[in-house]
């Protein structure tokens, strides 16, 4: 097993342009996690999955983001008419089904919005 | 809501020497973990430790170990024997025991310097 993948790793894109990452996690965890770090901050939750459904998305997810887990496996993160502000770390984390309350974090996608 | 609060921006230590970062929290709940993440300079975030709140029993993970103090909602991690390989950013984080996500509240993080 690989871990959590996150691809790309770094995105230059321009104020309004849309730009979308995706994540894969460890193969059978059936959660999965979304969070946003900025320089010099821990990361903050921004949605969850379990399986294929978005159980909580956080108020920090505006309506220009959305989240998508088809078939419960890999999952996409839409950034819609980009802004400053959403210059940041994007972070993926997985867990296993059952009790363990570890997550796995992805290396992450960094988006920087010129 | 949960809080999780990391008062030392950056600490240093001496390698093979002991260091202890400081990590408060607030939550009403009763039943949480806590956690100690390492996330190394452009590397990805690493489980240090974990604490279910139910134990009275610190954690302990080889030269890793904890201090928490549940009545005053504190949970230090003690570095024993630092090593170059322990420089990092640390992130003290929470989650709710039982709830529907067991999403992770994190701290702003302590920068940790290993001086050879």
């Known amino acids: 097993d690989t871990g959590v993948s996150q691809d790309p790793r770094h995105k230059i894109t321009k104020r309004g342009q849309n730009v979308t990452f995706r994540c894969d996690p460890i193969s059978e965890h059936n959660r999965l996690y979304w969070y946003r770090q900025t320089l010099g901050q821990g990361p903050e939750f921004l949605t969850y999955?379990?399986?294929?459904?978005?159980?909580?998305k956080s108020r920090l997810l505006s309506d220009r983001f959305s989240a998508e887990r088809p078939k419960g496996s890999f999952s996409t993160l839409e950034i819609q008419r980009t802004e400053q502000g959403d210059s940041a770390m994007y972070l993926c984390?997985?867990?296993?089904?059952?009790?363990?309350?570890?997550?796995?974090f992805g290396p992450g996608t960094r988006l920087t919005v010129t | 809501a949960q809080t999780v609060t990391q008062s030392q921006p950056e600490m240093s230590v001496q390698e093979a020497e002991t260091v202890t970062l400081s990590c408060t929290y607030d939550t009403s709940e009763s039943d949480y973990y806590l956690f100690w993440y390492k996330q190394p300079p452009s590397r990805q975030m690493i489980l240090v430790i974990r604490?279910?709140?139910?134990?009275?029993q610190n954690a302990t993970e080889n030269r890793f170990s904890v201090n928490f103090q549940k009545a005053a909602k504190s949970f230090s991690l003690k570095i024993s024997d630092s090593q170059l390989g322990d420089a990092a950013m640390y992130f003290c984080a929470y989650s709710r025991r039982g709830g529907a996500t067991n999403k992770l509240i994190f701290g702003t993080g302590t920068l940790l310097a290993v001086q050879p």
């Open positions: 999955f379990q399986n294929e459904a978005q159980l909580e």
């Open positions: 604490q279910e709140a139910y134990k009275q």
């Open positions: 984390a997985s867990s296993p089904p059952g009790g363990s309350y570890e997550q796995y």
